[in-house]
């Protein structure tokens, strides 16, 4: 199965209901690109009211609990971002395993209840920068991927999105052959792991600093699949570039 392009925003924790005309902005115009698969990932807050503007929309989460309900105040279910309208989410992210002490055994349980509850997931993982000058960065992100992934999973609904930690929001970008060799080795992993089916089936993302300048080398390198975008992704003028390059 050929891998279609897939660029996702993620608008971490930005944003008001006036968003929303930025969200209709960048959808309408993504329709221009019908051989790119484009998605938001708005706060928790906006996801209801998005996917309710731009029906057939790829709305999704930035994160959510592996567990399908409970006493876990402030956290919010799969089932529950489905419900609101969201088809994906994003787990694993590096402000999460960093700053919320995410272990790669709970990014893995929020991907099975995502995938459980229909959802679509991008699966986040990369290194610190001191991984990345001590020169472990391929053995580092690869143990996250054998930690992270599910035992069995859909590969159409499962992407893999590496985002060196260092790149993120820094205007910091590895090289295109640093990318390539990266998504060269996970693609192997998830070969070994999923089997060559699966990771053919799988899109691995580049997420760090991606923006309308960088986009077209970034996205041309070798087994990258699109892009995880974070900053650039808030407007349509900065996003729609990165669509456009895809
Ligand atoms: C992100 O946080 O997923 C991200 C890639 O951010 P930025 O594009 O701002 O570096």
Not at 141 to 169: C, H, K, M, N, T
């Amino acid at each position: 199965m050929a891998r279609r392009k897939y660029v996702v925003g993620n608008w971490k924790m930005n944003g008001l209901a006036d968003s929303i005309g930025e969200a209709q902005a960048i959808f309408a115009a993504a329709r221009d690109h019908a051989a790119v698969d484009v998605a938001l990932c708005p706060p928790f807050t906006l996801i209801g009211a998005m996917a309710a503007a731009v029906p057939g929309a790829a709305v999704g989460g930035q994160d959510c609990h592996s567990a399908t309900s409970g006493a876990f105040t402030g956290s919010v279910a799969a089932p529950m971002l489905a419900d609101a309208g969201a088809t994906l989410v994003i787990v694993g992210h590096s402000e999460r395993r960093e700053g919320c002490g995410e272990s790669d055994a709970d990014v893995q349980a929020k991907a099975i209840a995502a995938l459980g509850a229909g959802l679509s997931v991008i699966l986040c993982v990369g290194e610190p920068r001191e991984v990345r000058e001590s020169g472990d960065a391929i053995a580092y992100v690869l143990a996250q991927v054998a930690g992270s992934l599910p035992g069995d999973f859909d590969a159409a609904r499962l992407a893999i999105a590496y985002e060196p930690i260092w790149a993120i929001g820094t205007g910091l970008v590895p090289t295109v052959g640093d990318v390539a060799a990266m998504h060269g080795a996970i693609r192997a992993k998830l070969t070994e792991q999923a089997g060559a089916t699966a990771a053919g089936d799988m899109r691995i993302l580049y997420g760090g600093s991606v923006n309308g300048e960088n986009a077209a080398e970034l996205l041309d390198a070798g087994d990258v699949d699109g892009a995880l975008v974070g900053g650039a992704s808030l407007t349509a003028a900065k996003f729609l570039p990165i669509v456009a390059a895809a």
